[in-house]
């Protein structure tokens, strides 16, 4: 069964940084594709960054040159280092597999708040 827990999130001044944490309990996460997602209210969910099994990633335009996304196989963890934050990243952050399906589960988020 997945389990996804993420953590990290906090309110932060804009051009500061905070590290979000995301655990996977299930088996699933050495062998997919995994990706941080984000939703601010009123706004569908979306795709902030992707990183393979073999460490590949892809950065959605927005935060592209301030996320950074890395991942510990050997622990079940993916990570989100963002930098230069600005209140348009203000959202629940999520973490999940890569492409998602309506058969996945999400877990409760991690709320960012980027805010003077």
């Known amino acids: 069964q997945v389990q996804l827990v993420e953590s990290g999130g906090g309110l932060v001044q804009p051009g500061g940084s905070l590290k979000l944490s995301c655990a996977e309990t299930?088996?699933?996460?050495?062998?997919?594709?995994m990706g941080w997602y984000r939703q601010a209210p009123g706004d569908q969910r979306e795709l902030v960054a992707t990183?393979?099994?073999?460490?590949?990633?892809e950065y959605g335009d927005s935060v592209k040159g301030r996320f950074t996304i890395s991942r510990d196989n050997a622990q079940n963890t993916v990570y989100l280092q963002m930098n230069s934050l600005k209140p348009e990243d203000s959202a629940v952050y999520y973490c999940?597999?890569?492409?998602?399906?309506?058969?996945?589960?999400w877990g409760q988020g991690t709320q960012v708040t980027v805010s003077s």
């Open positions: 999940n597999f890569y492409p998602t399906s309506p058969a996945l589960s």
């Open positions: 990183i393979t099994t073999g460490g590949t990633t």
């Open positions: 299930s088996v699933m996460f050495s062998i997919y594709r």
